[in-house]
C-alpha cells in the first residue's frame, strides 16, 4: 500500500516500482502467446477452460450432478455453448451479498463465410463472406488470411479447422484492384471503397477436368469441392452448419525500435479477457465471490444467447446460489446482482499521434498511462452508454490508489465525432455497479491492433486488486 499519488501525467514505464520492466516483459509474452493461438470465441474458451481445469476449477454441472455444496476458495467453472466463459472463485460472504465481477468479449471483427460460400469466377474458386462486427473494409484486402472455426456435419460429426497458421501453411487473401486500374475506385468515400459483396477470398485456380455425357468439364469450384471431401470428407451442404471464418493469419509480435508493444488481430477485446484470466487466476479465498465473464457477441449488440443481453449469466449465478445456500429466489438472485460490482473490462481508444485531433485532450487515453477508466461510453449525448455512479468510481479510485495501480481516466472520443459502447450497459440492467475499465488500442477493430505492455501489466494488477479488495 502506498500513498494516493497525483493520477495525471503518470507512465507505468517510468514507475519501476509499480511494474517492473521483466513483470512486464514476461507476462506480455505469455499474452502474445495466447494471441496468436486463440483467434475465435470457440478457441479462446478452449483455451481458458484447459488452463482452468488443471488448475482447480469444477465445472458447474459436475457440482450439480454430485449435489456439492461450494465452500470458500472453490473454483467452478461454467462453459455456455463452448462460447462463453465464466469463472467463479466462492467468496467468505454469502453470494446474495454480491460478487466482484470482470466482463470482457472474446468475439472479434473478422470474415464470416457465409452459408452458401464457394463459387468460382474468371476460373477462380472463391469464398464469399459476411463480415463481423465493425470494420474499414479496405483495411482487410490484399493481406494474408487463415481460416478457423467449425463445421458440423449431418450426422453430428464436428470437423475443427485451422488453416493457414502454422509455418510453411497455405493462406487465402481476399484481391484488391491494382492502382493502375483504380481510378474510379480510388475516387469512392472510403466505405464505398470495397463493397460488402468485395470482400470475396480465393482458396483455389486448379481446375478438375472430368467427362459429363461425352463433354469434358473444367471446373475450379468441383476441385475445390473434391479437396474438402477428400481432406475432411466435407459436402457443399455442409457449409450451411458450419461456423467458419477468415482472421488475420500469422502470429501476433512485439513492436517498436524497444518492443514496448504488442501488436496483432483481436485485442479488442481479447487482451482484456486474457488479462481477467489471469488476474481471477491468482484469487485464493477471496472475501467476496469473484467472477470472470468471456462473453460473445459484444461486437454485434450483445444479441443471441451467447451475448450478453442473454440470460446465461443469472441462470449460472441462480445455479450456484441454489447449490450454496439452498433455495434460490428471484430475490436472493436480484439481490446477489443488484449488490454486485462490476468492471466492464473493454478496450478504451487511445489517442493516435497521426490523428491527434480525434479526441479532446484533457480526456484522452494515452499508451503507455495505465489503465484507463471511462465514466461512461456511448455516442453523442451519452446515448447507449452506461454512465457510472460517482460513488463506484470513489471506490474503484480507492482501491487502485491503495494498491498502487497507476490509471488514466478517458473518454471514447471528441463528443462529435462517433461513440460505441460495451457490455457495461447490459450488466448494468442487473442494477449492479459498473465502470468502463480497460486497455487503452490504437488501430482498434483493425487486422493489426496495438497495445501498450505496460498497460497490459498494469490492467492485469489493477484487476486482481479489485477482485482482493472491492468490498
Ligand atoms: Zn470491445
Known amino acids: ?171 487465402f487473401t481476399i484481391t484488391d484492384l491494382l492502382p493502375h486500374l483504380a481510378k474510379e475506385q480510388m475516387e469512392k468515400k472510403a466505405s464505398e471503397v470495397i463493397p460488402g459483396e468485395g470482400l470475396n477470398f480465393v482458396v483455389g485456380t486448379i481446375p478438375r477436368e472430368y467427362n459429363e455425357d461425352g463433354k469434358s468439364i473444367k471446373g475450379v469450384k468441383d476441385a475445390v469441392l473434391e479437396l474438402l471431401k477428400d481432406r475432411y470428407g466435407m459436402e457443399e451442404e455442409d457449409f450451411i452448419s458450419a461456423e467458419l471464418t477468415a482472421v488475420p493469419a500469422g502470429r501476433a509480435t512485439d513492436v517498436g525500435l524497444d518492443r514496448s508493444l504488442v501488436g496483432g488481430y483481436g485485442q479488442d477485446d481479447r487482451v482484456c479477457a486474457y488479462v481477467s484470466f489471469r488476474s481471477i487466476m491468482d484469487i485464493r479465498e477471496p472475501k467476496k465471490t469473484c467472477a470472470a465473464v468471456f462473453v460473445d457477441k459484444e461486437e454485434v449488440g450483445s444479441m443471441g444467447n451467447t451475448g450478453m443481453q442473454s440470460a446465461f449469466f443469472e441462470n449460472a449465478l441462480a445455479e450456484l446460489i441454489a447449490l450454496t445456500g439452498g433455495n434460490c429466489g428471484d430475490l436472493q438472485l436480484g439481490r446477489a446482482l443488484s449488490n454486485s460490482c462490476a468492471l466492464s473490462a473493454d478496450v478504451a481508444a487511445a489517442v493516435d499521434p497521426n490523428y491527434p485531433d480525434t479526441h479532446d485532450k484533457e480526456n484522452a487515453p494515452r499508451l503507455g498511462n495505465g489503465i484507463c477508466i471511462e465514466k461512461y461510453t456511448g455516442h453523442r449525448g451519452k446515448s447507449g452508454g452506461s454512465d457510472a455512479n460517482a460513488e463506484y468510481i470513489a471506490r474503484i479510485r480507492q482501491v487502485f490508489n491503495g494498491s498502487n495501480i497507476i490509471w488514466q481516466s478517458g473518454e471514447l472520443g471528441k463528443v462529435d465525432l462517433g461513440g460505441g459502447g460495451t457490455i457495461a450497459q447490459f450488466l448494468a440492467n442487473y442494477g449492479m455497479d459498473v465502470l468502463d475499465c480497460g486497455i487503452p488500442v490504437l488501430n482498434m477493430h483493425s487486422p493489426f491492433e496495438l497495445a501498450s505492455k505496460a498497460d497490459i501489466y498494469m490492467a492485469y494488477k489493477a484487476y486482481t486488486a479489485f477482485y482482493r479488495y472491492m468490498e
Open 1 to 171: 500500500m502506498v500513498k494516493n499519488l497525483s493520477r495525471k501525467n503518470r507512465n507505468c514505464w517510468l514507475e519501476p516500482e509499480a511494474c517492473s520492466r521483466d513483470e512486464i516483459f514476461s507476462f506480455c509474452s505469455d499474452y502474445i502467446d495466447f494471441l496468436s493461438e486463440c483467434k475465435t470465441e470457440r478457441e479462446c474458451v478452449e483455451y481458458i477452460q484447459e488452463l482452468a481445469l488443471e488448475n482447480g476449477f469444477v465445472p458447474l454441472d459436475t457440482l450439480i450432478k454430485k449435489g456439492r455444496k461450494p465452500v470458500k476458495g472453490d473454483r467452478v467453472l461454467v462453459n455456455h455453448r463452448d462460447k462463453v466463459m465464466i469463472l467463479f472463485v466462492i467468496g467468505e460472504e454469502g453470494i446474495e451479498k454480491g460478487i466482484n465481477l470482470v466482463g470482457s468479449h472474446i468475439d472479434t471483427p473478422r470474415m464470416d463465410l457465409k452459408p452458401s460460400p464457394l463459387y468460382e469466377e474468371q476460373g477462380m474458386a472463391l469464398f464469399k463472406t459476411h463480415y463481423y462486427g465493425g470494420i474499414k473494409k479496405y483495411q482487410w484486402t490484399a493481406i494474408p488470411l487463415a481460416l478457423h472455426g467449425i463445421v458440423i456435419k449431418s450426422n453430428g460429426e464436428k470437423l475443427e479447422i485451422v488453416v493457414g497458421e502454422d509455418p510453411g501453411d497455405t493462406v
